[in-house]
């Protein structure tokens, strides 16, 4: 059977006629002319192998009709390649279509039958190769909304079952977007909150460009300078008249030339608290802020151990000529030194611009407190802070040592006052013993009360809701703090805040607990301080040098006469609101350079108001902060020769 034959079941047509010499060599350059591609060559026949394509013309130009049983193609390469292409279906199509042009429908002997016969078969071939190109084009498209819809279909033809594979580019791109979306609804609420105006109550005071300026000047540093001698310092009073003793006492070592040993902390003050500098301040902080400033040692050295040093206690509000004239030289000729007193023992103003700003340095960098105590006073404000809403520190000084100090007992019970007046005389180094109250009162120098200091918030316009921090110890007076809580009744203490096992260490020692305090109060929101007292003066200080945050420092001569007019109903609350707020629309912590006095008992304390020694102006072109400060120590030194 011939190839076309096989291609085609139906009987093939009979050769024409002619010389068998000429249909033998037709037949052979058609072949020749087309040669045998491996890869399309398909074996039908199952009889003996042909010799007119192995062998050549054998029979010496005789006639070499082929059989049934011969192939009309070479089988040999068939062979090569049968077990490696017969299962493909396109190729297996396009190897039978290949061969049946030549073969098929041969009518005619001449040479321009068979030229138009490949010449249809190529045409036709043509079209059948576009085609194939078309379905491939369409399969690839196909393919290609697969893989874009996530999921790519391998298909292996001797596998029985397809593999999935999903796209990791597609995931990867769905799991950004997911990150994408999970951050922006978890950061919304913050954004809400940033476009969000701040209520005016909670809103700092105006201060414009201002910064801390406590840099250490470089002519200023010390410098392998052998020590004048060793300075012993025993601060006196709290906690707080103790913290600004000791950085005066640290300015006063550099200004001697002195190597300072640890402070000692008063043991015999009112509170009675044992402990000592270390269990308060972190003093290897203390020790490596000032290293470069003032020789600082734990102990005095052996050789000076045994000596018995000389007490002095130095004049208060002393200038820096007063220690090189008058302590200086007792100071080298008895090598140690121990000064009894601490407080305000150095003038606020009239020193030279670096003692000023060591003073900062030693307050507000070196002086911090230990870790135990630092830790429990954020765990206080982060409650205090619960969804983020703001608070007050409440100064509220309605203690008893301080109401016994002033001879103040208003709104207070007769036993309870007269408590008050035995306490007084009881310390022989209270001076003032026999002290009119209600004149005391009228003339602004007693603690608000709490209802008073309950009255005055609401009248700045403070909601009911509002958290407020008690910054003070036991609120003297059995029913002192109901006024209060009915109208605030989230209020708090470090003892309400705090549970017991986190108490428990700093419960016997009231300087602790007052240093636990002194952190909620720099961190509020708002301070408000209803007594002069020292703590008020070194929180609010601390809070202008850290970017002047509101403190509010009520007018109590003017509230006291507006809170009597309201009782006695001269006015009504809405007067009262409108004058109290307008009394102090200016007092709320704003910058303002500290000015002297005439007498330095009646100067603004230095570390309530840190400008401009501590706080300097920023430059307008960013590069001229150093020249501001310049001509800021320039006009101190002025201020200093003249006096």
């Known amino acids: 059977m011939s190839v076309a034959g096989a291609i085609n079941p139906s009987p093939a047509a009979p050769v024409p006629a002619g010389p068998t010499t000429t249909t033998t060599r037709r037949r052979v350059d058609v072949v020749s002319e087309r040669p045998p591609d491996p890869c399309s060559t398909v074996n039908l026949s199952t009889g003996n192998e042909s010799t007119e394509l192995d062998g050549g013309d054998t029979s010496g130009g005789q006639d070499a009709a082929p059989s049934e049983g011969s192939s009309s193609t070479g089988s040999h390469y068939h062979h090569d390649h049968h077990h490696q292409f017969h299962n493909h279906l396109a190729i297996h199509y396009l190897s039978l279509r290949k061969f049946r042009s030549p073969f098929s429908q041969g009518r005619g002997g001449g040479s321009g039958s068979a030229v138009g016969l490949g010449f249809r078969s190529g045409k036709n071939d043509g079209r059948r190769i576009f085609g194939l190109l078309m379905a491939l084009v369409v399969a690839s498209v196909f393919l290609r909304v697969y893989l874009i819809g996530g999921v790519r279909v391998v298909d292996h033809a ?18 950004r977007r997911e990150v994408a979306e999970n951050q922006a609804s978890s950061h919304q609420p913050m954004r809400v909150l940033e476009k969000l105006p701040i209520p005016e109550i909670w809103q700092k005071p105006e201060s414009g460009q201002y910064r801390q300026c406590v840099a250490r000047p470089k002519n200023k540093t010390r410098l392998g300078q052998e020590t004048n001698g060793y300075l012993i310092v025993h601060a006196n009073g709290g906690l707080n008249q103790m913290r600004t003793g000791i950085c005066d006492m640290v300015a006063v070592a550099k200004i001697m030339n002195a190597t300072l040993v640890l402070p000692l902390l008063d043991h015999e003050s009112f509170w009675t608290d044992p402990s000592t500098f270390k269990d308060i301040f972190d003093w290897r902080n203390f020790m490596n802020v000032l290293k470069h400033d003032v020789d600082i040692v734990e102990y005095l050295p052996p050789e000076y151990a045994a000596m018995k040093p000389l007490l002095k206690a ?15 030289p007792l100071l080298k000729r008895h090598k140690v030194l121990k000064f009894l007193l601490t407080d305000s023992r150095l003038a606020n103003n009239g020193l030279p611009p670096s003692i000023q700003r060591l003073r900062c340095r030693a307050n507000y960098k070196a002086l911090v407190y230990t870790k135990e105590i630092e830790d429990l006073g954020k765990v206080l404000v982060n409650r205090l802070r619960n969804n983020s809403e703001p608070y007050i520190a409440l ?17 207070l019970t007769s036993e309870e006052a007269e408590d008050l007046r035995i306490m007084r005389y ?50 003297y ?20 805040l705090a549970t017991e096992e986190e108490l428990e260490p700093f419960s016997p020692y009231q300087n602790r607990l007052a240093a636990l305090d002194y952190i909620v109060a720099l961190e509020s929101d708002v301070f408000v301080y209803t007594y002069d007292g020292n703590m008020a003066k070194a929180v609010q200080g601390h809070r202008r040098f850290e970017g002047f945050r509101k403190s509010i420092n009520p007018d109590r001569l003017n509230f006291v006469r507006l809170i009597d007019h309201f009782d006695d109903g001269f006015i009504s609350w809405e007067e009262l609101a409108s004058e109290v707020k307008r009394l102090n629309r200016d007092r709320i912590g704003a910058p303002y350079a500290r000015q002297p006095a005439a007498l330095p008992r009646l100067e603004e304390n230095f570390y309530a108001n840190p400008q401009p020694d501590c706080i300097c102006t920023k ?16 006009k101190t030194r002025k201020k200093s020769a003249l006096r």
């Open 158 to 175: 001797r596998l029985s079952e397809f593999v999935v594979v999903r796209s990791l580019r597609d995931d990867l791109s769905m799991a």
């Open 314 to 328: 130095p004049v208060s509000w002393s200038k820096a000529s007063y220690y090189r004239s008058e302590m200086l």
């Open 395 to 411: 100064h509220l000084r309605y203690e008893k040592d301080m109401l016994a100090f002033t001879g103040c007992n208003h709104n």
């Open 426 to 475: 009881n310390f022989k180094h209270w001076k003032e013993k026999e002290i009119d109250s209600i004149e005391r009162r009228i003339q602004g120098g007693c603690p608000m009360s709490p209802r008073e200091a309950a009255i005055f918030l609401k009248a700045m316009g403070y909601p009911s809701s509002t958290t407020v921090y008690i910054v003070a110890g036991e609120i």
């Open 477 to 496: 007076g059995s029913k002192s703090m109901d006024a209060f809580r009915a109208e605030y009744p989230n209020v708090f203490s470090h003892s309400t």
């Open 619 to 634: 430059s307008r072109f960013g590069s001229s902060g150093k020249k501001s400060s310049l001509r800021t120590e320039t």
